[in-house]
């Protein structure tokens, strides 16, 4: 389905996800973030960049992971993003919902 | 059904045993609530009382005997050593998943927001003290404690 956020036209799945990253950018990055009440500091930006790159390295995304990244402790990683963090970031920075149970 | 259309807010997990796939099982659910933005709470009770105790948390074991799932002839479970060899086995299978050790786990739950707390009733039997248990406990609770905590629309509670 297709939606328009931020004056652009971009295709999101049925969870509001987007379909394809390269539709990505940081005006849309930080409209999602207001529909899921968070404004966005320098520290969620680093946050965003990691999923990125993890991302655009086909490596799955954990909580685990999060933590050991360096970038973000989980305690902190909850509090940047308090409901459901890893969906919600990854929801932010453009890239598939995470599949992982853990 | 009425409220917030049955969706669920919290999730209280009772722990009640301590082979380390039910002990998974519970952690893997608190930490998947708190992945959804579920609230959740454990509590740790009977057996379950090994998963935090700090001096025990590091070596459970798969249940050999008595798990028909084992494919193993319940004698055969029984051997010494067993026991080690399909807990080492399935702890290799589980790191290939990125699951964490026991302790780490409890760690990540922490980190998370999971409250976790000890059951009066079974740290008196088996005579344990708060000091014997995992550091980052929130505290020990009767069950009418437990379920004081649990109040609130959409909780639902789970026995493991």
Known sequence: ?102 | MSEYNGEIRKMMIILSKASIENVYAAFVLANGARMEGIEAEMFFTFFGLEAVHNKKLDHLHVATVGNPAMHMPTMLGGLPGMEAFATSMMKKEMEKLDMPEVREFLEILKASGVKLWACKLAMEMFHYEKDDMFPELDGVLTVGDFYKQASGIGTHMLFI
């Open chain 1, 1 to 102: 389905m297709e939606k328009t956020i931020a004056q652009k036209t971009i295709s999101v799945n049925e969870e509001g996800y987007l379909t394809n990253f390269k539709e990505w950018n940081k005006e849309i990055a930080e409209e999602i973030a207001k529909e899921n009440n968070i404004s966005l500091t320098p520290k969620h930006w680093q946050v965003i960049d990691y999923i990125q790159d993890e991302f655009k390295k086909e490596s799955p995304l954990s909580i685990r992971k999060i933590g050991k990244s360096g970038v973000v402790d989980i305690k902190a990683f909850y509090e940047l993003f308090p409901v459901g963090p890893l969906k919600t970031a990854t929801k932010i920075a453009g890239v598939p919902k995470p599949a992982s149970c853990i």
